[in-house]
């Protein structure tokens, strides 16, 4: 069964870090894009970060680029976001996401519609 | 960064109705185009993937249409289990942006 478990959510003080990981089984992790995608309570989506195969690539969104880091271990089937400098906006469910069984569903480099999301792990900035 | 604007923001409706909601991008993103539906306290699910293909799986109440810039995804006769937040994506360009969301809600 294709699975994506996030884990390391929690509470954290405005400017403080925490590092989210995403443990994917069931498909050849190594072989596709993966992303982050975040949802504030009571809001809509907002796509995060995407990080190709090899880690040669890497986009995010603008409120979160020179704060937040995405990264895998292909070897341990993990993906990772590391944030710093976190404020009271980035309070969210944060989802790992990809396209494993839609190859239709992909456009240019990494960009999908994603067919695979874990159940999210929610992260509150606050003091 | 792709703006997609999504209407209606809520819609009542009964069992049996059709719904049809609508996103609209700032600018043409081809056909890559995809719908969601998200029940409260899940992730969401993947209806609809580039502007027209029903993902595997979804009953084919749902469907979906447009070009360019104005894409519309219909649910023909609303179910009891339809009964949802709906969100719109554009993948054609970074970042990926969705739209704000429709919520179908029991009329």
């Known amino acids: 069964e294709v699975q994506l478990v996030e884990s390391g959510g929690g509470l954290v003080q405005p400017g403080g870090s925490l590092r989210l990981s995403c443990t994917a089984s069931?498909?050849?992790?190594?072989?596709?894009?993966m992303s982050w995608v975040r949802q504030a309570p009571g809001k809509g989506l907002e796509w995060v970060a995407n990080i190709n195969e090899n880690e040669s690539e890497k986009y995010y969104v603008d409120s979160v680029k020179g704060r937040f880091t995405i990264s895998r271990d292909n070897g341990k089937n993990a993906l990772y976001l590391q944030m710093n400098s976190l404020r009271a906006g980035d309070t969210a469910v944060y989802y790992c996401?990809?396209?494993?069984?839609?190859?239709?569903?992909?456009?240019?480099?990494?960009?999908?519609?994603?067919?695979?999301w874990g159940q999210g792990t929610m992260v509150t900035v606050s003091s | 960064a792709i703006r997609i604007t999504q209407s209606p923001s809520s819609v009542s409706a009964s069992t049996g109705d059709r719904v049809t909601i609508t996103c609209r991008a700032s600018e043409g993103i081809n056909s890559y185009l995809s719908w969601y539906q998200q029940k409260p306290g899940k992730a969401p699910q993947l209806l609809i993937y580039?502007?027209?293909s029903l993902q595997s799986g979804v009953p084919s109440r749902f469907s979906a249409s447009g070009s360019g810039t104005d894409f519309t995804l219909t649910i023909s006769r609303l179910q009891s289990e339809d009964f949802a937040t709906y969100f719109c994506?554009?993948?054609?360009?970074?970042?990926?942006?969705f739209g704000g969301g429709t919520k179908v809600q029991i009329k």
């Open positions: 994506q554009q993948y054609y360009a970074y970042p990926l942006t």
């Open positions: 069931g498909f050849t992790f190594s072989t596709y894009w």
């Open positions: 996401a990809t396209n494993v069984n839609t190859p239709r569903g992909r456009g240019r480099g990494g960009a999908v519609a994603f067919d695979m």
């Open positions: 580039g502007t027209f």
